[in-house]
């Protein structure tokens, strides 16, 4: 398994399988074109498995952090650390832009997202069920 940044189309079709829905090509190609919009995309050889999106979000008294948008992992990879390695590559991603941390909500039922989450390093933030990581 390898994990690339989604430059193109191609790479965001590639992944089609992991999202919920079909992709729009106008939406996709807009997120692409947005300063700040990242998706990540793991292969297993040439077929797309699963992706991960973030968004840099900054707040004038906060800073830019990395927003986990969304995680998706086609079901015959689900369970094989596919999510886990795409959480720790935006994680990365997310430190070389210079983000003080990630963050996620979820819900607390969704285990194996919780499971995902926890396992790249983030911590349960409690009540907000918030999974957050910080890297200052």
Known sequence: MFIKRATSMADIRAAEAAFDQEVI??????????????????????????????????????????????????????????????????????????CFGMWVLTERTNRAAMAAYQAAGGTDAGDSVMIDWQFR
């Open 25 to 98: 090509p106008q939406a996709a190609q807009r997120f692409l074109d947005e300063p700040g919009h990242h998706i990540l995309v793991a292969f297993d050889g040439e077929r797309g498995v699963g992706f991960i999106s973030g968004v840099e979000t900054t707040h004038p008294d906060k800073g830019t952090e990395m927003f986990l948008y969304e995680l998706g992992v086609v079901e015959s990879h689900q369970g094989q650390g596919v999510g886990r390695s795409l959480i720790e590559a935006l994680s990365t991603l997310a430190r070389e832009c210079g």
